[in-house]
């Protein structure tokens, strides 16, 4: 077996990626097809035909305007929050947990087995206008006599900020896990300082994950409906909400594929200047 | 660790320079646990109100501590199928999409072929895509195939392998960019061929990144809702089952399945963390 | 539902991922349902029925509502031998068919035998619009002459081939005693400055704009785009002004109960079940909407077999067992009589058992709302969405 993949090297890299490759293919690509194919479609359920409908997209980038700024928005700031709440806290981990590394790892992924609804109702009873934080928030004038936290923009960053927090997390401390302590203990024999070997030596060497962790967090959060549905107002509406119900309420099956493209077409973009500025090499090594 | 020569000064500093980096050191330890406080918050009133005995429909007063919710846990009807299709599919989603991510990350980070740019992409996609709309478009496929796919638990994993692949290849490839080849190269002097050098140098060395996007890939799969009940057909996941059952509330059955998966993962944590310690100890005597 | 898993499935499953290139071994795996779209149109010894959550008379709600003896799915087994498979995975009518529109589109059954959609959303309509409902045997159901008058001939339709009806509920204004006193109008919920932040409403164009058309003064069952627009005017003013805190499903009750609302446009049949005694429910001054769960069988179905159901739970005594149970409207005739036989306390509530007085003041929406694009798309804008 070895012989025979060193005989062919060249086909490595294809033999690696078959088996990802033709799930994605299969699974991901042939319905995105469909989905192409819908986009372009017209007319109402359940008798579309295909028109090149391309007013689809046009419509839907000028109605929706307000929501794609409002999403990437949101994102953004969810995605920043994450980042300045997991650094530290991964940093941690990798460096000062010892033997319950594991065990904090499982802290930040453990939210997630207590389904979306289950610990998104717990906030909503801990962040209660009738509750204590509420009620503490009252008192201390940081909220007005009838404010709240819940039904607000607030609401709605932070629980994506919660949601997304260990795809944050993690993808940083893959990449801070394996940086050598000699490393760290060198710097400081040369005299370096703690910030100065965390900011020469640590940060630039986790800086995969933290491109890692900002794709992960970012690019999903952009198409997230289920926080501003349960924690926000039709001021909070994001794009996701807006396919959400063009594919649920209106039956619009062309406007909702069409503003997915966009979505995803948005993303891309983005990409694209976010790995001309990070520099491709973070991307992909 | 050089030393400090005895000077006055040297010496004053020096305790300041120390109590200093006391606090520093211990700030970074108080601010992971409030953090780690922030996250577990939600859950430890869940994990508290699974023990309540609700007056009525509503689970969000403390009325009275019981063990009821727990004795019989499988009291509400579906919710045990539920859990455990739920923990099925996670598991068994999760190993395969580690593999196939895996295996693309090692391709992407380590070789320059042709279509490199695209399979790039490829992998950003379905991060970028609403899930409702991956949900129905893998339900065109599943419904245009019924020969091939009957929807149902395999479709549930066929959909959610797809959705947890990109996540691992990203974080898996955190790791491998900057790892150090030099490693497998020294063990490929040595005399080991391509496929020894993967089993005995690299995976050892990428493995808690694999473990990392493999816990990442379960939680997705535990929690996914939307995807999961556009291609389930009937079948119920755990998401699905109290979404459909929150219809009015949620009884405090869901607060036990799910405190139980949670503390559960935390002792076999702990128990590892603690079988660490342990072996380290051994260690550490042995070479005493 | 799921059959049980045993040691054996499990393995199995195990060792099929492994094997999973040998697909042919799938198909056996777990069978999802459905086949093609011809009805049986033979009379089976199983019943797949989908319906809400809460929605029939259980153990638990029997012995609360005073009954003995077994449930009506297991009398129904036990008078007719057909074994019934209650699914409730009805959340939303729309989510719901979601699920389904794939398979009906294609022709194909979606393993049910009996569904259950509400006459005021638009997926009732499309069911029926497009030939994915099939014509019940009304030789198989001879009670259909218990049908009150009143859902004799509804307008999606009127000589009751395709539907009938399961239970029906009354929209309300529901409030909390402790943060507000009565709230006794849609105009004081949507503009009672004391309120602001603290009202809901729902996301259903025609509980919402139903309710709302009342207080303007114009007929819900018959709208037209003034009546609409002018609806639509009173919803968006208390949306900008703040005084809606959001748009809800179903969820609404826990937010009222909590203290996050101070008072909601209410479904009857929740707050009877919400057991809250400091929230209360009632008819708005001008009116209130009726809506109602039709049973229709998609394709795929049995008929025999679902119109051998239909015809059980349109006995009286049936149709008093599953009011008492489920806390909500029967449109079977006699039904307020054989209830106060088993619970006169409980038949005498009006949530459940509403006097003709209420009846009165209850109205429907008009259909032709609903398949009305341009509607949709205003009603979702002020949404946000």
Redesign the interface.
């Given at each position: 077996?070895?012989?025979f993949?060193?005989r062919h090297r060249g086909a490595?890299?294809?033999l690696?990626?078959a088996?990802?490759?033709l799930?994605?293919a299969i699974?991901?690509?042939?319905?995105?097809a469909?989905?192409g194919y819908e986009s372009l479609q017209s007319g109402?359920?359940?008798n579309f035909e295909f028109t090149w409908e391309f007013s689809n997209f046009s419509d839907g980038i000028r109605d929706y305007r307000e929501?794609f700024v409002r999403s990437f928005l949101y994102a953004g700031i969810a995605t920043l929050a994450c980042l300045v709440?997991?650094y530290?806290?991964v940093?941690?981990?990798a460096f000062?947990?010892g033997?319950?590394?594991?065990?904090?790892?499982?802290?930040?992924?453990?939210?997630?087995?207590?389904?979306?609804?289950?610990?998104?109702?717990?906030?909503?009873?801990?962040l209660?206008?009738?509750g204590p934080v509420v009620g503490l928030l009252r008192d201390v004038h940081i909220l007005d006599s009838?404010g709240?936290l819940?039904?607000t923009t607030f609401a709605v960053v932070s629980g994506i900020t919660?949601n997304f927090?260990?795809?944050m997390a993690?993808?940083?401390?893959?990449?801070l896990?394996?940086i050598d302590p000699r490393l760290l203990e060198a710097a400081k024999?040369l005299y370096a300082s703690?910030t100065q070997a965390f900011l020469r030596v640590t940060l630039p060497?986790s800086a995969?994950?933290i491109?890692?962790?900002t794709?992960?967090t970012f690019?999903?959060a952009?198409?997230?409906?289920?926080n501003a549905a349960l924690l926000?107002?039709?001021?909070?509406?994001m794009?996701?909400?807006?396919?959400?119900?063009?594919?649920?309420?209106?039956?619009d099956?062309p406007g909702?594929?069409s503003l997915?493209f966009v979505?995803?077409g948005l993303?891309?973009v983005m990409?694209l200047i976010y790995a001309r500025i990070v520099g491709s090499?973070?991307?992909?090594? | 660790m050089t030393t400090l020569a005895a000077s006055p000064e040297r010496v004053r500093r020096g305790a300041g320079a120390r109590t200093w980096a006391i606090v520093k050191r211990h700030a970074l330890t108080v601010y992971a646990l409030l953090v780690v406080g922030y996250l577990m918050l939600p859950i430890a009133v869940v994990i508290l109100f699974s023990f309540n005995k609700p007056a009525g429909r509503f689970n969000y007063v403390w009325e009275e501590f019981t063990f009821d919710n727990w004795v019989n846990w499988n009291a509400v009807l579906g919710i045990q199928d539920a859990i455990i299709t739920s923990l099925q599919v996670g598991l068994l989603a999760t190993v395969v999409a580690t593999a196939l991510g895996t295996l693309m990350a090692m391709a992407i980070v380590r070789h320059h072929f042709v279509g490199r740019g695209a399979t790039n992409i490829l992998v950003f996609l379905p991060m970028s895509t609403p899930e409702i709309v991956l949900g129905a478009s893998l339900l065109t496929l599943f419904l245009n195939t019924t020969a091939v796919f009957q929807l149902g638990f395999w479709t549930i994993f066929i959909a959610h392998v797809m959705f947890i692949v990109s996540f691992v290849v990203v974080t898996v490839k955190a790791r491998l960019i900057g790892f150090d080849r030099h490693l497998e190269e020294a063990a490929m002097d040595l005399g080991a061929n391509e496929v020894t050098t993967f089993r005995k140098v690299t995976l050892p060395l990428i493995a808690p990144a694999m473990l990392a996007a493999a816990l990442l890939g379960f939680a997705l799969s535990i929690d996914d809702f939307v995807i999961t009940y556009l291609t389930a057909g009937g079948t119920q996941t755990f998401p699905v089952f109290v979404w459909g059952i929150a219809r009015v509330s949620v009884p405090p059955q869901v607060n036990v399945i799910a405190s139980a998966i949670f503390l559960v993962a935390i002792a076999l944590a702990l128990g590892n963390a603690l079988w660490q310690i342990r072996a380290g100890r051994r260690q550490r005597r042995a070479t005493a | 539902m799921n059959p049980r898993l045993t040691r054996d499935q499990l393995l199995r499953r195990g060792a099929a991922g492994v094997a999973f290139l040998s697909l042919p071994s799938l198909l056996a795996a777990c069978g999802g349902g459905g086949g093609n779209g011809e009805s049986s149109g033979e009379l089976n010894d199983v019943l797949n029925f989908s319906n809400w959550e809460l929605y029939i008379d259980t153990p638990d709600t029997r012995k609360a509502a005073g009954l003995t003896g077994p449930t009506t799915l297991q009398q129904f087994t036990q008078e007719s031998g057909i074994e019934v498979n209650y699914y409730e995975d009805v959340n939303s009518n729309s989510e719901y068919f979601a699920t389904v529109q794939g398979r009906l589109r294609q022709g194909q059954g979606i393993g049910r035998d009996i569904v259950v959609s509400t006459d005021n959303d638009r997926f009732l309509g499309e069911y029926l619009d497009n030939d994915w409902a099939l014509k019940l045997d009304k030789d198989l159901i001879p009670n259909i002459s218990n049908l009150i008058d009143a859902q004799a001939g509804p307008p999606f339709d009127p000589n009751r081939e395709y539907t009938l009806p399961w239970f029906s509920g009354m929209d309300g204004i529901a409030w909390n005693e402790e943060l507000t006193g009565p709230i006794t109008t849609v105009t004081q919920l949507l503009e009672d400055p004391e309120l602001k932040g603290k009202v809901g409403v729902w996301n259903s164009m025609g509980d919402t704009l139903g309710l709302v058309m009342l207080e303007n003064g114009d007929d819900p069952a018959n709208v037209t785009d003034e009546t609409f627009d002018r609806a639509l005017d009173v919803i968006e003013k208390a949306q900008d002004a703040g005084q809606i805190r959001q748009f809800y499903g179903n969820n609404y009750a826990d937010p009222l109960a909590r203290g996050d609302l101070a008072a909601s446009m209410a479904w009857s049949g929740d707050i009877l079940n919400l057991g809250d005694p400091k929230i209360k429910w009632a008819i708005p001054d001008k009116g209130g909407i009726i809506w109602t769960d039709n049973m229709l069988v998609p394709l795929g179905g049995s008929v025999p077999t679902a119109s051998t159901y239909m015809n059980f739970v349109y006995d009286p005594k049936i149709a008093a067992q599953l009011a008492l149970g489920a806390n909500y409207i029967s449109s079977v005739k006699g039904v307020k009589e054989e209830a106060s036989k088993l619970n006169p306390e409980a038949a005498s509530n009006t949530l459940a058992f509403p006097t003709d007085d209420m009846l009165a003041q209850m109205h429907q929406n008009d259909p032709t709302m609903f398949s009305n694009a341009e509607y949709e798309k205003k009603w979702l804008a002020v949404q946000g969405k």
């Open positions: 077996m070895g012989t993949l060193h490595t890299p294809y690696l990626l088996p990802g490759v799930w994605l699974f991901f690509l042939i319905p995105l469909f989905l109402l359920f359940p929501q709440l997991a530290p806290l940093y941690w981990i000062r947990a033997p319950w590394r594991n065990l904090f790892l499982l802290f930040i992924v453990a939210p997630f087995f207590v389904t979306y609804l289950v610990r998104t109702l717990a906030w909503l009873n801990i209660a206008d009738q009838d709240r819940l039904a919660y927090f260990p795809f993690l993808p940083i401390y893959v990449s896990e394996q024999d703690s060497l995969p994950g491109v890692a962790g794709l992960l690019i999903p952009a198409g997230d409906f289920i926000g107002t039709p001021n909070q509406a794009i996701g909400n807006v396919i959400q119900s063009k594919f649920l309420e209106s039956l099956y909702a594929a997915s979505l995803m993303i891309l990409l090499e973070r991307l992909t090594g | - | -």
